[in-house]
C-alpha cells in the first residue's frame, strides 16, 4: 500500500490542472537507480495501466506502482511540504535504510 497526505493530495490536483492532464490521470511511484544514495523516487502523471502494475488508491488519488518498485515502496507515504527546509513532496519509506539529506534519494 502507498498512502497519501492530505497535503500531497492537494498538491497533486494543482499539479495536475496547472500542467493540463486529464482528470483520469494518475500519480505513477516508480524507483530508479541514481541518486546520491543509490536509488532514486520518480513521479509522474500516468493515464496507463499495465498488467505488470499494482493500483493503490488513497483519499481519491490513485497510485500506479510498477511491480519490480513496489518491492522498496511498500508501506511508503507520499506527503508534500512548504516549509523552510523546502518545497517538494517526500516520500516517509519504512523500507529505507538511508536518505540523502534532499530526500530524493535511499538506499535498503
Do not use: W
Request: aromatic letters at 8%; proline letters at 2%.
Amino acid at each position: 500500500m502507498i498512502n497519501v497526505t492530505d497535503k500531497a493530495k492537494q498538491q497533486i490536483s494543482t499539479l495536475r490542472k496547472e500542467e493540463g492532464h486529464p482528470e483520469n490521470a494518475n500519480v505513477r511511484v516508480s524507483v530508479k537507480g541514481g541518486g546520491c544514495s543509490g536509488l532514486m523516487y520518480d513521479l509522474t502523471f500516468d493515464t496507463e495501466i499495465s498488467e505488470k502494475d499494482d493500483v493503490f488508491e488513497d483519499k481519491g488519488v490513485k497510485v500506479i506502482v510498477d511491480r519490480k518498485s513496489l518491492l522498496y515502496l511498500l508501506g511508503t507515504t507520499l506527503d508534500f511540504t512548504d516549509g523552510l527546509n523546502g518545497k517538494g513532496f517526500q516520500f516517509v519509506n519504512p523500507n529505507a535504510s538511508r536518505t540523502c539529506g534532499c530526500g530524493e534519494s535511499f538506499s535498503i
